[in-house]
């Protein structure tokens, strides 16, 4: 139990080194490397993806086999993958508080849904946890779109559509490995008679920790005042992408 405490906190403590957005960094590294670091930047956000993070450990809490967890994990990865890759493609984008703030709501929901609030507390049934977890998946890849179109992808829809991917494949090993982790603490800690008692404790203080990050990414919104923050900025995009090759040039004469 203190180790779960201890690993929320870890992921609530990353929000004030990562926050919003792509770290200059990370900007940087693309500079230097190539599909490579679209892996790499992907795994790395994921692992300190907090939000996401703390929905999947929701979708596995009470999953005991490994079908059951393949299922559900596989679809959850199905959705996300499917707006990741077409919303960066194509350009689409949205507010990223406003994104974020769904995936906090979907936090909510599966601690919710752990501790049969539907049925206790709506007296109604849950709906499908299956078309539920797709569906969130399909608004945690948004999430992630608005993070990768923050940095320039090429000007050929070849090079565009593969660091994409490549930055998709880099999620996909982030997940797999903090998905051992999760299923490691909750193997361990299900043998133990503390499971059942504080189970729903614990639930209740995923929905707290959810609704945290609600207010946060709302307090972001609702103190945004530059116009051009609400979406993507096509024009900081666009300078983004020249002050990346002036760098690159600026790297390549420094070497000579």
Do not use: C
Not at 141 to 161: C, I
Request: hydrophobic share 50%; glycine share 8%.
């Amino acid at each position: 139990m203190k180790i779960f405490f201890l690993l929320v906190a870890s992921l609530l403590f990353s929000t004030l080194m990562y926050a919003h957005g792509i770290s200059e960094a990370d900007k940087q590294a693309m500079i230097d490397g190539g599909n490579l670091r679209y892996i790499w930047l992907g795994a790395t956000h994921m692992l300190t993806g907090y939000d996401h993070l703390l929905f999947l450990f929701g979708v596995v809490f009470f999953l005991t086999t490994p079908k059951d967890v393949i299922k559900f994990v596989s679809i959850f990865t199905i959705g996300h993958s499917i707006t990741l890759i077409f919303a960066t493609f194509m350009g689409i984008n949205a507010n990223y508080y406003l994104i974020d703030a769904v995936i906090a709501i979907s936090v909510i929901y599966k601690a919710f849904d752990n501790n049969k609030g539907f049925v206790n507390y709506l007296g109604v049934k849950s709906p499908n946890l299956l078309v539920m977890v797709l569906l969130f998946g399909l608004i945690h890849g948004f999430g992630l779109s608005t993070r990768l179109q923050q940095l320039p992808l090429g000007e050929q829809n070849e090079d565009m559509l593969l660091r994409i991917i490549s930055f998709n494949v880099g999620v996909e090993l982030g997940q797999i490995i903090a998905l051992i982790f999760m299923l490691a603490i909750l193997t361990q800690w299900r043998k133990r008679d503390s499971f059942l008692r504080l189970s729903k404790v614990t639930n209740h203080f995923l929905m707290f920790v959810g609704f945290m990050l609600l207010l946060m990414q709302l307090h972001g919104y609702l103190h945004t005042t530059n116009e051009e923050e609400f979406g993507f900025n096509k024009d900081a995009h666009k300078h983004i992408h020249m002050d990346m090759q002036a760098k690159q040039k600026e790297y390549i004469y420094d070497s000579l």
